[in-house]
């Protein structure tokens, strides 16, 4: 029983470049987030998902897509890398019954 | 109004002492307020959680206090270890029982001196 993986755990990635990364949980959640770690300022919500086929937006989307075609999988794309994109990505799951998140161990993403 | 904001943002004590660390938000429409802690290198895991019709909530050496009417909750960390250095995380949930969203505080650095 994994949790929840993401790979990579780290790149590095010039201007303007495209790259995505990837989550799998195997918990069978229906919820799934992203989020972007940066020193000082806690955890932003990227994109989030309710279940197979449904996404929103959360604080910071600008920058980024993402698609939910199974319960499992919950990719975070970057088109055009920017430098402000230099952060620690977490994805994490929850079941929906408590406010518990499943945090996956991050990709750290660096944009040169 | 979405925002909870978490003070202080590095914290050194020494082994034994008290650890506090202060959240305040504005939404009172937040039911749920989890306490994360994240280890280098990891990420962050549930550590204790409480709702507001309670005021305190205690597990082992860790206990929340929460206020209502001030909006405000903190984290205490009796007899702090070295092993409890981390950085701790408040959050808030709205509708945590359906699609809840959480909202982090900016996190908090701890480092327990032996």
């Known amino acids: 029983n994994a949790g929840v993986t993401q790979t990579p755990k780290f790149r590095i990635l010039k201007i303007g470049q495209s790259m995505t990364l990837q989550c799998a949980q195997d918990?069978?959640?229906?919820?799934m987030y992203w989020y972007r770690q940066d020193p000082g300022m806690g955890l932003k919500l990227i994109y989030y998902?309710?279940?197979?086929?449904?996404?929103d937006k959360g604080e910071v989307p600008n920058g980024y897509n993402v698609s939910r075609s199974t319960t499992e999988d919950f990719p975070l794309r970057l088109e055009l890398a920017a430098p402000s994109q230099t952060s620690v990505y977490f994805c994490?799951?929850?079941?929906?019954?408590?406010?518990?998140?499943?945090f996956g161990e991050g990709s750290r993403l660096t944009v040169l | 109004q979405q925002q909870v904001k978490q003070s202080p943002q590095s914290l050194i004590v020494q082994k034994g002492g008290i650890s506090i660390i202060n959240c305040a938000y504005e939404?009172?429409?937040?039911?749920?307020f989890p306490w994360y802690q994240q280890f280098p290198g990891k990420g962050p895991a549930l550590l204790i959680a409480?709702?507001?019709?309670?005021s305190e909530k205690k597990e082992g050496r860790f206990t929340i206090s929460f206020n209502k009417s001030a909006k405000q909750f903190s984290l205490h960390i009796m007899d702090s270890q070295p092993g409890d250095s981390a950085t701790y995380f408040c959050?808030?949930?709205?509708?945590?029982?359906?699609?809840?969203?959480?909202?982090f505080g900016q996190g908090t650095t701890l480092q327990v001196k032996p």
């Open positions: 998902s309710v279940g197979a086929g449904i996404t």
């Open positions: 959050a808030a949930v709205v509708g945590s029982g359906n699609t809840g969203k959480l909202i």
């Open positions: 918990m069978n959640h229906n919820y």
């Open positions: 409480i709702r507001p019709d309670v």
């Open positions: 994490a799951t929850r079941t929906g019954n408590t406010g518990e998140l499943f």
């Open positions: 939404n009172t429409a937040f039911d749920y």
